[in-house]
């Protein structure tokens, strides 16, 4: 399911709603620092870090700030269950202040899921790559999904806040994947939330705000979903409120490269393409797989009912025709008027016995089950 991934530099500024820092053109580096101070406050150095992995986008990082991640991709030949997640670059990057992430920020990759439904139940959770999971609400999406997995060892969580974001939905519904969707005839939905939570991890008493932007696609019967924009950060209870400014300037200055986002798209157009081809290919072979059982209940049925009632069948050896015969004696022979003979002795031929004064007997054979 290719997606425009511009959606990663078009929410960024949003996020937590401060205006967007500057950038370089076309994502080059850029080794100027920048400086934020105030009142009363050490400066706090701000370098562009250019993405390692493809150079697909920028970002302001505070000075001496560990990085890790960047842009993945799953191998289509070897993703699991199916190429639904193959076919597009996903963002797994964090930026910490040190090696533990005691305040750190970090974007998550985006999921594709499918929705729950009669065709795909039987399929043990997985269609086409695609966990089968029912769209959640954003809210549930971040504390039942991603934050057991992100925190496991979190202890005495406690939600402190849950906002709605009709502002990012509304962004959403502008951005071109919504209108080329609905366009195509496609339902389209979006929902976005951001949640505040306290918890205990290490010793240590956390601040930890979760955002996730959800869509929903729904065309010729195939429903699925995925979370384009995922996005975490989090510092010590005690420092929570000093290190939001950092977390706006890091967030705010995030921008893909737009001669990345233009070859991302072409190739998210031809894995598409492949994906397609890949997916006839597959339902082609499934038919071929779901005709074959066909025929062989229908052939085992059949082999029943000639045991049952003690018969094989027999090509007759003038017309090439097949037919129902005894199988109580072993050999059968047929004339071309339609008379047969019946015989156990495989040496005996009925042309020859001059007891029957017969011709024209071919052996008629038994046809391969």
Known sequence: MAVDVGILSALSPMIIGCSAGGTAPGGSRVDTPAVATASGAPPMVFTRYVDQTEGAFLVMVPKGWSISGGMVRLNPLSASGGVGNATEAKIDFAIQREREGRVAIRWLPKINYAQPSPYNAMLGGNWNGMPVVAMPRPAEYLMRMLFPRLRPGAQNVQVLETQDRPDVVAALNQLPVARTMRAQGARYVATASTVRVAYTEGGIRYQELLFVALEGYQYMGAALWANPFTIVARAPDAEYASYGKVAKVVINSFALNPGWLQAEM??????????????????????EIARSRSDTMSRINQDQYLTLTNQERYVNPHTGREELGSNEWKHRWQNSAGEVIYADDGNWDPNLDSNLRVSGFQRSPVRSR
Do not use: C, H, K, M
């Open 266 to 287: 072409q190739g998210q157009i031809q894995r598409s393409r492949i994906v397609e081809d890949t997916l006839r290919d597959i339902s082609r072979i499934d038919a």
